[in-house]
Nanobody, 115 residues
Framework: QVQLVESGGGLVQPGGSLRLSCAASGIYFSLNGVGWYRQAPGKQRELVAAISSGGSTNYADSVKGRFTISKDNVKNTGYLQMNSLKPEDTAVYYC?????????WGQGTQVTVSS
């Protein structure tokens, strides 16, 4: 049974940073990669960043230069480092796998950027 568990969300001021984690069981990020999506109230879920099994990355234009996706294949954990956060980054963030055409999703973690 596949399980993805996100952590690390919270309330942060504009310009601040957060690091999200996604711990996986039943699926290996070393073989499948991992993606991060987000969904803001009233909006569709959108891709934020993804990393392939081999380490290739892609980012939404809105987060390029501010967010960094990575994975630790030994810990089977994915990460999303978010810097220079803006109020428009407020959303529920979900990790997913495989990184392309995801079949599995975590429960989500809330990120709120507000002063």
């Amino acid at each position: 049974q596949v399980q993805l568990v996100e952590s690390g969300g919270g309330l942060v001021q504009p310009g601040g940073s957060l690091r999200l984690s996604c711990a996986a069981s039943g699926i290996y990020f070393s073989l499948n990669g991992v993606g991060w999506y987000r969904q803001a109230p009233g909006k569709q879920r959108e891709l934020v960043a993804a990393i392939s099994s081999g380490g290739s990355t892609n980012y939404a234009d809105s987060v390029k230069g501010r967010f960094t996706i990575s994975k630790d294949n030994v810990k089977n954990t994915g990460y999303l480092q978010m810097n220079s956060l803006k109020p428009e980054d407020t959303a529920v963030y979900y990790c997913s796998a495989p990184f392309r055409n995801p079949r599995y999703w975590g429960q989500g973690t809330q990120v709120t950027v507000s002063s």
